[in-house]
């Protein structure tokens, strides 16, 4: 067995990575929101913080009420129990990804963890 894992992904409105490169310690989902669409639902989470990436076109978030305007290049880390929406603006699509890890759970960063 190989030690990496590679896919191609289309542009459904959502393709969630966990089983399709078997990942182990995130959950990393590309959403494709059309002009005017939103995420049905609002929702936190009991571990998870999210971090979102926007890779194209606007939009924004609703976050414990508040709203946050969202654009291509913007990153955005939200914490588990915060309430979230997400919304494509009404005259552009947007996509963007969205990685949740268990908050709090980096022992290390890159120069700690490497080994040369």
């Not at 590679?6 to 490169?21: F, Y």
């Not at 606007?58 to 929406?85: C, H, Y």
């Amino acid at each position: 067995m190989a030690n990496f894992s590679k896919v191609s992904v289309a542009s459904d409105a959502r393709t969630e990575l966990h089983n399709k490169l078997s990942l182990t310690g995130a959950e990393i989902s590309i959403n494709n929101l059309p002009a005017g669409a939103c995420v049905p639902f609002v929702h936190a989470h009991k571990h998870n913080e999210e971090i979102y990436t926007v890779l194209s076109g606007r939009g924004s978030a609703v976050i414990d009420g508040e709203t946050i305007s969202l654009t291509a290049g913007d990153w955005l880390r939200i914490s588990p129990v915060a309430k979230r929406q997400f919304f494509a603006a009404k005259d552009t699509a947007i996509s963007f990804v969205c990685i949740q890890v268990k908050e709090n759970s980096l022992e290390g960063y890159t120069n700690d963890d490497a080994i040369i």
